[in-house]
């Protein structure tokens, strides 16, 4: 019954309106309509390609009906003397009107009409529109159509009822407008949209309840967290302290604190984050630190090392890049309960690797982690706090959906001395104008970051790699040292690398996009990025954000090739008017719609299929108010929408 109750939400894509029919002599070319006449000749051809032409004449004119796709007996099924029934865009040539490939069916003299549009449906090969229709009106009087909302709610949201708004989705009143249906505005869609948000809210609010009932340590600061603090070579930002006091009472709590901590780029995230730390530390608990990749996991490694070395505690490191023994003996320090603080990669939540006594798990940029993978590392503890850190800012109607069963702190602000960022977009032609001046920067004791998006030639995109600007600039900038950091190096190779840089014995950073997070030296003041309009605006904003860390007065330059696409420059049309992460979030959202953002977040977790984040957030913010009633004061009518609306799920056709 499952699998006819879904077919109640599986829409139509568009619509065709044969519910009236036009005269032969009337249709015009380009119109779509339906006609209706008697065949008076057919006429088969049946080489070099077969194709078969049936003639109609309705009494008003005549029109052929071409088909150059023919299958064997389509010709007996239109004898002359058939009435056939015809619908498709009309053309016009030398000698009168014709339809190519039009939807025929032979019918009689007394037909009736249909009395409303027909749907036509997105099916799979080989599953024709006939049996989707037959199988939804079956759905359509065998399903529970009652309605799941408290009658007083429709009045109140002026929203139709259920039971109306499917029959008006799927079998439309004639003198409704296809185009209003299909851009979904009529009021049946925003009624099938706001249920649709509800259950969202709905599901994530049972998820925070099923957490809630989850114990976890309680956790409170000590001695190690006092010595953190005084041993930080700088003070707290206002926006860190109020996040950091959240976050501290939190741990005081024996449900499982999940967290999600987001803040621009260079905002101070890390270092809440190490207080955290130190607070479970404290309590003698472990605590892991995962990032998504091993050059942004390394950077968190010399961090941590730098803050907890001096106060005594040794910090652990796992990563796909270690020996056997290297790894099995980390494994096995963990298990015991030897190491408390460890940092790494997607190797923390391997299957062979366990902990004594985790009690705070870390991940950074956690939309680059699916559900599964979070749960996992959670899972290695029983029910650990957990603390999540994204520098790519969440618009807030993609907060109040996706990671409605997240807790969410922002940083605010930056640390005070950083300098503003100039973005400038200059066309890929200037490209050995920009070296020549990059070389002049350099000579005046500037760094710089080269960024391009492969690593060695694609025959499908013939863009500038890494492997031959990094020979480009070592030539050009003979008097300058240029370095190469890309995904493919061994670790130990990346890291003498990045520490060169960090030490001011490079001038020149090529780059891949592995540096897109993470990487921290305040000295580089200019950043390039080859093939701009190819990258997307949260990365390009992340990009931009390793410069401006210090004090000198910084640079992006936007390096872009034309022809661009219309998503292309309206992406760096916002990246160069803005350096607002939030501002740039929000038109990322506009633009491309909540898929980047989330990243792989979402895996395991229901996506909105009808409901628009942008457009529809004053039903957002409607279902989001409502659901905790509908929870409150009508728990069956809750668990009934829930079951509406994630039943098990199949395309139509598949299995």
Known sequence: MHALHELLLYFPLRYEDDTHLMPIRDAASGQSVQVQGTVVAVHQRPKPRPQLTVTLDDGTAKMDLRFLHVWPGQAARMPVGSLIRASGEVRSYLTGKEMVHPRWRCVTPDAPLPDALTPVYPVAAGVSQALVRRHIDRALSACNLQDTLPESWLAELGLPDFQTSVHQLHKPSPDLSPNVLIERRHPAWQRIKFDELLAQQLALRQARAHRAQQGAPALR????????????????????????????????????????????????????????????????????????????????????????????????????????????????????????????????????????????????????????????????????????????????????????????????????????????????GRREEIMGWIGQQCRSGAQVYWVCPLIEESETLQLSTALETHVSLQTALSDCQVGLVHGRMRSPDKAAVMAAFSAGQLQVLVATTVIEVGVDVPNASIMVIEHAERMGLAQLHQLRGRVGRGSAASVCVLLFHEPLSDLARARLKVIRESSDGFHIAREDLRIRGPGELLGARQSGVPMLRFADLVEDELLLEQASQRADVLLRNYPLNAQAHLARWFGVRQEFGQT
């Open 221 to 428: 600061a000590g001695n190690l967290l006092t010595g953190l603090l005084r041993a930080l070579p700088f003070s707290l930002t206002d926006a860190q302290q109020r996040a950091w006091r959240v976050i501290a009472d939190d741990l005081t709590k024996t449900v499982p604190m999940q967290r999600l901590l987001q803040g621009d780029v260079g905002s101070g995230k890390t270092v809440v984050a190490a207080m955290a730390a130190a607070v479970a530390l404290d309590a003698g608990y472990q605590v892991a630190f995962m990032a998504p990749t091993e050059l942004l996991a390394e950077q968190h490694l010399r961090k941590l090392q730098a803050w907890f070395d001096p106060l005594g505690v040794q910090v652990g490191w796992l990563a796909g890049s270690q020996s056997k023994r290297e790894r099995q003996a980390v494994v096995a320090a963990l298990q015991a309960g030897e190491v408390s603080l460890v940092t790494g990669t997607h190797a923390l939540f391997q299957q062979d690797v366990a902990f004594a006594r985790l009690g705070l798990a870390v991940i950074d940029e956690q939309h680059r982690f699916g559900v599964a993978q979070r749960l996992a590392l959670r899972n290695k503890g029983g029910s650990p706090h957990q603390l999540m850190m994204s520098a790519t800012p969440i618009p807030r109607t993609l907060a109040m959906s996706y990671h409605a069963d997240l807790d969410v702190s922002v940083i605010d602000a930056l640390p005070p001395g950083r300098s503003t960022v100039q973005t400038r977009l200059v066309d890929g």
